[in-house]
T-cell receptor, first 113, second 111 residues
Framework: DVKVTQSSRYLVKRTGEKVFLECVQD?????MFWYRQDPGLGLRLIYF???????EKGDIPEGYSVSREKKERFSLILESASTNQTSMYLC????????????FGPGTRLTVT | KQEVTQIPAALSVPEGENLVLNCSFT??????LQWFRQDPGKGLTSLLL?????REQTSGRLNASLDKSSGRSTLYIAASQPGDSATYLC??????????FGTGTSLTVIP
């Protein structure tokens, strides 16, 4: 059974804090994604990674950075959290060369106060 | 850039009814189209994936179709149940590295 896990289901942080969101997949997938989901806006791509140490900006990378030191782990970093980063964060992965089916983690609901 | 639209945003039906959810996309050169279910506060669960060479896929009471020429996909749910209540999202992929999501249809099945 495929598995994508995220480090926290709920997180509350203060403005200005550095925040780490972790995502781990056990499917040996090359490609991993970070999205945020907001009411009325749908899912928006923040960053994706197609290999270890490789990353590409998505549609809304401002205020975020990422790290991929191991194939199974993809971290999203908020360098200095702001209230407009309060959102649901979703991690996904898939393996290219196949049918490109995405698998999602359970999500992290981040609140920045 | 691919744009994906799902209408209506919300749908309420009585239990047992058959229903169709719609997904429209602007660029017909898609690689695949994937349907997901999302329960409140949870992640996305993959329901069905249709590759560009396919016309439809079926899983249990669910059937998804793809018409690239008209830029449409539909998700058919037979004999709806209260447990089907959730938000349904579709996502189109053009190259495999980018997935474009609709904003979803919130379905409520009334017992």
């Amino acid at each position: 059974d495929v598995k994508v896990t995220q480090s926290s289901r709920y997180l509350v942080k203060r403005t200005g804090e550095k925040v780490f969101l972790e995502c781990v997949q056990d499917m040996d997938h090359e490609n991993m994604f970070w999205y945020r989901q907001d009411p009325g806006l749908g899912l928006r791509l923040i960053y994706f990674s197609y290999d270890v140490k490789m990353k590409e900006k998505g549609d809304i990378p401002e205020g975020y950075s990422v790290s991929r030191e191991k194939k199974e782990r993809f971290s999203l970093i908020l360098e200095s959290a702001s209230t407009n980063q309060t959102s649901m964060y979703l991690c996904a992965s898939y393996s290219p060369g196949g049918i490109y089916e995405q698998y999602f983690g359970p999500g992290t609901r981040l609140t920045v106060t | 850039k691919q744009e994906v639209t799902q209408i209506p945003a919300a749908l309420s039906v009585p239990e047992g009814e058959n229903l169709v959810l719609n997904c429209s996309f602007t660029d017909s050169a898609i690689y695949n189209l994937q349907w997901f279910r999302q329960d409140p506060g949870k992640g996305l669960t993959s329901l069905l994936l249709i590759q560009s060479s396919q016309r439809e896929q079926t899983s249990g009471r669910l059937n998804a179709s793809l018409d690239k020429s008209s830029g449409r996909s539909t998700l058919y749910i037979a004999a709806s149940q209260p447990g089907d209540s959730a938000t349904y999202l579709c996502a189109a992929s053009n190259t495999g590295n980018q997935f474009y999501f609709g904003t979803g249809t919130s379905l409520t099945v009334i017992p």
